[in-house]
């Protein structure tokens, strides 16, 4: 018991030295002037650039996940879109004056910020995370996952290093180099945690929302993509597919289920085998869903991120050598049917449907079962369709005609270039949005006297 409390202490410290060097750097950054926090954003973002490809082969190394190209993919997204997204908004002083109705908003930096960094992506999390942190005169503490710890350290360092070359004060942006629940813990509960912004499993942004501090967390992504009669489908399946395979499947707003009308299936089938989409008999289905889910209800990393001939290796059953995507059609939503879940991995669950409103109300089953608030996708030529598509149904972004992978981070839509997705109170998010830098900044007002 000695040693556990000893261990213990020593994990608090760490946090604690962390918190500590965080906290007095950003009470000095606080005082920076607008131009200089750009130029130390810009010079991160254009650090993290160049490393974009070799941050990607250590994370790929390490977790197994994905594979380096959409690694790369996904940090230049972090450093070059984010940063072009964020580069020109005001986070300093006054950062907008409303003439007619006598306010001005002044930007405040909230303190120090807990990230918490997932396996999936986490490098690029690391990028996105402490540039908006950055933005907003936030210093950042971030909290690894263990299986990839020593890439997002090395992530962190880089950053670390860049900003102060470009003037920031040392100790900004700080890592738990050991990371444990403990520490993570006591990162979340500490008193001088301003926010927590919590991206990982359920049970970490649960204990976030529990820790005593405002937290923004994200819940599990488990979108359909509903493909209505009137899709273009040719180019539907091109974008489900496409998005489907990108880094494996990783992105929890990738598509999880496809949703098809009655009337265009044996189309939708055809397409899907023109891109080498696997349809798997009964028996094979069965087989590979004993390995979708852990027997405590989570997600098996034994698949996740994993290509297609690895997972049927795994699972015991035969595919071609260029099989992009798994599908299983299924008739069932329930949290003991893993088809009906988020598969962070090339396998798609196929449901068909009579009609439209038959359509909408199984997507938001599937939304219901898991995935409440996050994202759904559909695929159609008819206004009136995407109105009562975006009426109904309970998603956060509900996307039109476009990958869920890459409209969900706003990579192909123009939501705000995010890798932190809120989804609401359906689902157990405290809000909706894209995160960026309004969300890490507070906002005073000085209003005057309407006469």
């Known amino acids: 018991m000695a040693i556990n409390l000893a261990k213990e202490s020593v994990r608090e410290y760490e946090v604690e030295s962390l918190i500590h060097k965080a906290k007095q750097a950003q009470q000095i950054y606080a005082s920076f002037t607008q131009e200089q926090v750009d130029e130390i954003v810009k010079s991160v973002a254009t650090v993290l650039t160049e490393a974009a490809e070799d941050l990607a082969i250590k994370a790929h190394t390490e977790t197994g996940f994905g594979n380096v190209k959409d690694k790369t993919t996904k940090n230049l997204f972090a450093s070059q879109q984010v940063y072009e997204s964020i580069k020109d908004e005001p986070t300093v002083g006054i950062i907008h004056r409303d003439e007619v109705n006598k306010v001005i908003e002044v930007g405040v930096p909230m303190g120090l910020i807990a990230a918490l960094v997932p396996v999936t992506n986490p490098t690029s999390t690391v990028i ?6 950055l933005k907003t005169r936030n210093a950042i503490v971030l909290s690894p996952h263990p299986n990839a710890v020593n890439c997002i350290v090395e992530a962190t360092k880089l950053v670390e290093e860049t900003a102060v070359n470009a003037g920031a004060p040392k100790g900004l942006v700080q890592v738990i180099e050991t990371p444990t629940l403990e520490g993570t813990q006591a990162l979340m509960k500490h008193e001088d945690t301003a926010l927590i912004l919590a991206t990982g499993g359920g049970q970490m942004v649960k204990a976030a929302y529990s820790s005593g501090n405002p937290a923004i967390g994200v819940g599990p992504g488990n979108g359909p993509a509903f493909i209505e009669k009137s899709a273009d489908i040719e180019a539907a399946i091109d974008k489900i597919i496409t998005s489907k395979t990108f880094d494996n499947g990783t992105i929890c707003a990738s598509e999880q289920s496809i949703v098809v009308e009655k009337s265009i299936k044996d189309q939708v089938v055809n397409e899907l085998k023109k891109r080498h989409a696997y349809f798997m008999n009964k028996e094979e289905s069965e087989q590979v869903a004993k390995f979708i889910m852990r027997e405590n209800g989570t997600m098996n990393p034994q698949i996740v991120g994993k290509p297609v001939t690895e997972i049927a290796k795994l699972c015991g059953i035969i595919v071609p050598a260029d099989t992009t995507v798994l599908i299983s059609e299924q008739t069932t939503i329930g949290h003991d049917n893993p088809y009906s879940r988020e598969k962070l991995t090339p396998i798609l669950a196929m449901y068909t449907v009579n009609d439209w409103d038959e359509g909408v109300t199984i997507c938001n089953a599937i939304l219901e079962n898991e995935g409440a608030g996050h994202t759904a996708i559909l695929h159609t030529s008819d206004d009136q369709q995407v109105e009562d598509f975006g009426l109904r149904t309970k ?21 705000a270039p995010s890798l932190t997705l809120g989804c609401g109170a359906i689902g157990g998010s405290s809000i909706t949005d894209n995160v960026s830098v309004r969300q890490l900044m507070n906002i005073n007002r000085v209003a005057y006297d309407k006469q």
Request: aromatic share 12%; hydrophobic share 45%; proline share 4%.
């Open 395 to 415: 998603a956060s972004r509900i996307l039109i005609n476009t990958p869920g992978t890459f409209g969900g981070i706003g990579f192909s839509t123009n939501l």
């Open 128 to 133: 996105f995370k402490t540039l908006i942190a």
